[in-house]
């Protein structure tokens, strides 16, 4: 397994592989890999012929400064965990292998940014948007695999290679969810014992009020009783927990095919997200 740390090198292996027409699929990560990012590794190496897993903390998607230094940063433990899974290489640049002294670019898709995750963390998808494309055109993948645990993210990344006729395929995997429900994610290390117990209540109501928003529950209720629910259980605030489009991302005041529950919610100084189909 290769690393680079440098778009030179890794562009002239991918050159190589390119012309003797092999696949090249990528899994981009931040680091701090757990068992839903190798998830996408293996959906990867299924479908692809060869694998790059991207490992960059980038800092252009971070709003609040004490997010981005407390961010696990463990690429030797990552190399590791990869080891096994038959990637290719990783390519962890360093920041300023990104983004030098003179960058001058950002790219933004409109709507589907600018709402639930876009209204709490501004510029957080204008940064997303800005390194994959650029991660895209580093490793000129022909896929590129996304969990969907971040689905907001997921449908900005469609958007953006839709719009701009990236020649990448989008690839979403399932959310990984340990035995107890809770979404898979590198910021679950920072949650306490205590936290990490209850954590999973997040989940747990959420398919509460899935399952009644299905059966015809009005939507308002539903969702205020779920907020209840959780701040009886001990959670902080809750930044948004909504009924949407699943593509659009448009509220809906009723279930209408396809739809999707999303939720942000605090736990102590660790924020949760979560979403699931209804």
């Known amino acids: 397994m290769k690393i680079w740390h440098d778009v030179a090198s890794l562009r002239a292996d991918v050159a190589g592989w390119k012309r003797q027409g092999l696949s090249v699929g990528v899994v981009p990560t931040m ?19 060869r694998v790059i897993v991207t490992i960059f903390v980038n800092p252009k998607q971070f709003n609040n400064p004490d997010d981005l230094a407390n961010y696990p940063r463990t690429e030797e433990r ?5 080891a096994p899974y038959g990637v290719d290489g990783i390519f962890a640049p360093a920041p300023a292998e990104v983004y030098p002294a003179d960058f001058a670019t950002t790219v933004s898709v409109s ?3 600018e709402t639930l995750e876009g209204t709490f963390r501004p510029g957080h ?8 494309t650029k991660l895209f055109g580093m490793t000129q993948a022909d896929r590129a695999f996304f969990g969907e645990k971040d ?4 449908q900005v990344v469609r958007r953006l290679v839709a719009d ?10 399932p959310t990984v ?7 898979m994610s590198s910021r679950n290390m920072r949650l306490t014992a205590a936290e990490r117990a209850l954590a999973p209540v997040l989940n747990t109501a959420m398919r509460e009020a899935a399952v009644a928003l299905r059966a015809g529950a009005p939507v308002a209720d539903t969702l205020a009783a779920a907020e209840a629910r959780l701040a009886a259980a001990g959670f902080g605030r809750v930044e948004y927990l909504e009924l949407r489009g699943a593509a659009d991302l448009a509220p809906q005041g009723a279930v209408q095919d396809p739809a999707r529950l999303l939720a942000a919610v605090w736990l102590g100084a660790v924020r949760l997200i979560d979403n699931i189909a209804v």
């Open 151 to 154: 689905w907001q993210q997921l």
């Open 125 to 132: 998808f204008d940064g997303m948007a800005t390194v994959v």
């Open 78 to 82: 990552d190399a590791a965990l990869l």
């Open 177 to 183: 969810r340990d035995a107890d429900g809770l979404a």
């Open 164 to 173: 701009l006729n990236i020649a990448v395929e989008i690839v979403g995997c």
């Open 111 to 113: 709507g589907l940014s």
């Open 31 to 49: 680091g701090a890999l757990h068992e839903g990012h190798l998830s996408l590794v293996e959906a990867a190496r299924a479908a692809s012929d």
